[in-house]
Nanobody, 115 residues
Framework: QVQLVESGGGLVQPGGSLRLSCVAS????????MGWYRQVPGKERESVAV???????TYGDSVKGRFTISRDNARNTMYLQMNSLKPEDTAVYYC?????????WGQGTQVTVSS
């Protein structure tokens, strides 16, 4: 079992920045892939950024050049640095980790970009 706790969401003006954190606990030794996803009401959850155990990253087209994913394996923590935020980035952001045989999700943190 892996438990995930996200933090760092909030209200920010367009053009602003936020940094999300996801702390993993439990059977963290089994984690290999980690990622951030987001969802708005009425739409499917979409992938924002993914990072593998060796640091390889991929990003959704809408966030490339603005968001940066990273992980600190010693602290079992993943981050999402979000810059140049836009109103369309408003969503609930979820942390996800992959383990052999499945994955785990955090409870989500709300990000609202509005003036």
């Amino acid at each position: 079992q892996v438990q995930l706790v996200e933090s760092g969401g909030g209200l920010v003006q367009p053009g602003g920045s936020l940094r999300l954190s996801c702390v993993a606990s439990g059977s963290t030794f089994s984690i290999y892939g980690m990622g951030w996803y987001r969802q708005v009401p009425g739409k499917e959850r979409e992938s924002v950024a993914v990072i593998t155990s060796n640091g390889y990253t991929t990003y959704g087209d809408s966030v490339k050049g603005r968001f940066t994913i990273s992980r600190d394996n010693a602290r079992n923590t993943m981050y999402l640095q979000m810059n140049s935020l836009k109103p369309e980035d408003t969503a609930v952001y979820y942390c996800n980790v992959q383990v052999p045989g499945g994955d785990y999700w955090g409870q989500g943190t709300q990000v609202t970009v509005s003036s």
